[in-house]
């Protein structure tokens, strides 16, 4: 009753994944903001492209390089198969789905570990459904979760032997009548 379960608190679950969105955040910061990383490859297979032209395109291509820009590369396979450029993207394209699944989950992990309901924290549904009613999840937060802690901390009154802390029983703000 003084502890948790082996004495680690409930919330300890979702340190780890706290750490890998920590991580996951710190790594895109620096990947965009190096402005080094590879965006795409433009490709040409012309023979009636000579080496000014190549040059002058390396150059405009490599222009937009900077803070949170790609970096870009042009070639030239001097070929007479196809004349149509292609654009080819090298980037980590799924990269950016990567981050946002580990913070979905992250997201997920810490909300379980606190058992707060997602409507309760202000998290936009995923879905067109929605979470359902919110008073409905608080009548079921307050019973599942803040009695406990009420419980909890309404016993450190008996060990130090005179009323430190009072609770106050469930009740949903009223809404106000307007005339």
């Given at each position: 009753m003084r502890q948790e379960i082996y004495g680690i608190p409930e919330w300890f679950a979702a340190v780890s994944s706290t750490l890998l969105s920590e991580s996951a955040t710190l790594f895109r910061r620096k990947y965009y903001k190096n402005g080094a990383h590879a965006g795409f490859l433009l490709?040409?297979?012309?023979?009636?492209?000579?080496?000014?032209?190549?040059?002058?395109?390396?150059?405009?291509?490599n222009s937009f390089k900077g803070l949170g820009n790609f970096q870009n590369m042009f070639i030239n396979g001097r070929g007479t198969e196809k004349y149509r450029p292609e654009l080819i993207p090298i980037g980590q394209i799924d990269a950016k789905d990567e981050f946002l699944n580990i913070k979905n989950a992250t997201r997920d992990d810490i909300m379980a570990a606190h058992r707060v309901p997602p409507q309760l924290m202000g998290v936009m549904p995923s879905n067109m459904g929605g979470f359902g009613d919110v008073k409905k999840a608080a009548a079921v937060f307050f019973a599942n979760e803040i009695t406990t802690l009420h419980t909890k901390l309404l016993s450190?009154?008996?060990?130090?032997?005179?009323?430190?802390f009072t609770t106050q029983p469930y009740e949903l703000l009223k809404e106000e009548k307007t005339s």
């Open positions: 490709y040409v297979n012309s023979p009636a492209i000579g080496e000014e032209e190549e040059e002058e395109i390396s150059e405009q291509l450190i009154n008996d060990i130090v032997g005179q009323t430190v």
